[in-house]
């Protein structure tokens, strides 16, 4: 148990560095290239955040285990909702104003509307694998023909401070390849660790992927979120929210169902999917503001963080 921990600790920490330098490095390549810092922020800097999720899936699903990379996706969106942005909007009420964002809240529910229905039939098949990879193809060019034909001056003001500004293209490479390797190297620790304390405490591998690896990979969302929220950047936070959580659905349910196709555990669709949908109006309740600006208040953060534990605590009752 002590040796699994400290794997998973040590995992954890790589992982959170080694996913930034990935995103430093993508992110340094495109602006080499000359791509607008929208376009960059909707589509390089939301897909990357989801890597880290993406790669521990990856590994999962070519070890045979599912569950624990569909567990990963799932609980990482619960997560993002209910521990990122309500631990950030405890630090700083959150206020969205950016039409971007409003936009996407919906297209978010019509892509978990369908992992729904492809999860209807208790079993992830290489037919899905192959329905999300193509909706996640088709996901990426539609925010790219976004950022190349609108403007959205709040967003694209807050991504130029996350990209680098004179990264030259041999140092972007350079922290792409050491970033994806430590990154690979890093979901492998964890996945190995989590499988181990999952053995020892006789607890299935979808609750370690719903509860430590869905938390550990939403460290780096946190870390992101709070940062941008002390600049005074809250749509940033929010943005990377609803994209991480709209890829986690189309690229990293991919991942179990393109490498390790077949049944996952029931609670998935009779707990867990409606928790997930639960948190996702919450955030629309809060965020959307309808014909005034969105706002997510301290008090509203408290009812998320909450909301949260008090889903960890279910999952504790009925493991």
């Known amino acids: 148990m002590l040796t699994a921990s400290i794997v998973i600790i040590i995992g954890l ?14 992110s340094g390549i495109a602006k080499n290239f000359q791509v607008s810092p929208l376009v960059i922020g909707l589509t390089i800097v939301s897909l990357c955040t989801s890597l880290p999720e993406m790669i521990v899936a990856g590994i999962a ?8 990379g569909i567990g990963n996706a799932i609980g990482s969106n619960i997560a993002n909702i209910g521990l990122v942005l309500g631990v950030t909007a405890l630090v700083a009420p959150l206020v969205i104003q950016s039409h971007i ?13 369908l992992a729904l229905a492809l999860f209807w039939d208790g079993e992830l098949s290489q037919v899905d694998g192959i329905i999300l990879s193509l909706s996640l193809f088709g996901f990426v060019f539609w925010l790219y023909k976004i950022g190349m034909k609108e403007r959205d001056a709040v967003l694209e003001a807050e991504f130029e401070d996350v990209i680098p500004e004179n990264m030259d293209m041999k140092t972007s490479v350079m922290w792409l390849i050491i970033g994806l390797l430590v990154l690979v190297a890093s979901s492998r620790m964890m996945v190995w660790g989590a499988v181990e304390i ?31 929220v ?5 749509e940033l936070a929010v943005g990377n929210i609803i994209g991480s959580n709209m890829f986690n659905i189309l690229a990293v349910l ?6 390790s196709p077949g049944e996952f555990d029931a609670p998935i669709l009779e707990r867990d999917m409606p928790i997930m949908f639960a948190f996702t109006i919450a955030l629309f309740l809060m ?14 953060g408290a009812i998320l963080f909450s909301s949260f534990l008090g889903y960890l605590y279910l999952l504790y009752l009925q493991s």
């Open 61 to 68: 699903a070519m070890e045979g285990n599912n569950n624990l």
């Open 287 to 300: 965020a959307y503001g309808h014909k005034k600006v969105g706002r997510i208040t301290r008090w509203e």
């Open 13 to 26: 920490v790589l992982l959170v560095w080694s996913a930034d330098r990935f995103v430093e490095g993508a």
């Open 101 to 113: 964002l409003k936009r996407e809240i919906p297209v978010l529910f019509l892509i978990m509307f």
């Open 230 to 234: 002390l600049k005074n950047e809250a």
């Open 254 to 259: 991919m991942m179990p169902a393109l490498l």
């Open 198 to 228: 999952a053995t020892l405490l006789g607890v299935s591998d979808l609750v370690i992927g719903l509860t430590i690896i869905a938390i550990g990979t939403s460290l780096p969302e946190l870390v992101a979120s709070i940062a941008s």
